[in-house]
T-cell receptor, first 114, second 113 residues
Framework: AQSVTQLDSHVSVSEGTPVLLRCNYSSSYSPSLFWYVQHPNKGLQLLLKYTSAATLVKGINGFEAEFKKSETSFHLTKPSAHMSDAAEYFCVVIRNTGGFKTIFGAGTRLFVKA | NAGVTQTPKFRVLKTGQSMTLLCAQDMNHEYMYWYRQDPGMGLRLIHY???????AKGEVPDGYNVSRLKKQNFLLGLESAAPSQTSVYFC????????????FGQGTRLTVV
């Protein structure tokens, strides 16, 4: 069975400090992994995706994520948080082998303090 | 370029009423999806379509029907609304399925009383 676990429901950081949002997945097949961001009352926007190329993936707005197969993790990081980063972040697994599935994590809400 | 447009943005229904949510995309995408978002549960796939004239069940299809008569439109229907269907509904589209970015609409907030 496939699953996505976002290890923190809420993360609070100060502006200018690093951000770490954790995601672990389980999949019987090689997955495609995504991070999406959702600002209040908005749709979701793609931050970055991993599709079996480079294990370190760079996305928009200074975010990046590293795929670690041995740890089944795909954590999202940013060196320096900005107030505009306050939002909800979703880790997503998509696979199209043995049936199409999209599996969202429960989300991590990021708070950024001035 | 409008991207993905959902209609309506808000709706209140009485239990047992029916309604249709419309999703339109102007990016010539093959795949389209309907999700519902509930607190603490992320997004769950209701139905999806891999091309005009095709539909398939997702994770939580019960109580919903869909149609994809035109490539650019994907309709989600509730035949007899129930309070458990109170949620925020998102439509999305993508060029292909697995490895491509999905573009999301702004959402429809549906309340069933």
């Amino acid at each position: 069975a496939q699953s996505v676990t976002q290890l923190d429901s809420h993360v609070s950081v100060s502006e200018g400090t690093p951000v770490l949002l954790r995601c672990n997945y389980s999949s019987s097949y090689s997955p495609s992994l995504f991070w999406y961001v959702q600002h209040p009352n908005k749709g979701l926007q793609l931050l970055l995706k991993y599709t079996s190329a480079a294990t370190l993936v760079k996305g928009i707005n200074g975010f990046e994520a590293e795929f670690k197969k041995s740890e089944t993790s795909f954590h999202l990081t940013k060196p320096s948080a900005h107030m505009s980063d306050a939002a909800e972040y979703f880790c997503v697994v998509i696979r199209n082998t043995g049936g199409f599935k999209t599996i969202f994590g429960a989300g991590t809400r990021l708070f950024v303090k001035a | 370029n409008a991207g993905v447009t959902q209609t309506p943005k808000f709706r209140v229904l009485k239990t047992g009423q029916s309604m249709t949510l419309l999703c339109a995309q102007d990016m010539n995408h093959e795949y389209m999806y309907w999700y519902r978002q509930d607190p603490g549960m992320g997004l769950r796939l209701i139905h999806y379509s891999v091309g005009e004239g095709t539909t398939a069940k997702g994770e939580v299809p019960d109580g919903y029907n869909v149609s994809r008569l035109k490539k650019q439109n994907f309709l989600l229907g509730l035949e007899s609304a129930a309070p458990s269907q109170t949620s925020v509904y998102f439509c999305a589209s993508s060029y292909r399925g697995e490895n491509t970015e999905a573009f999301f609409g702004q959402g429809t907030r549906l309340t069933v009383v």
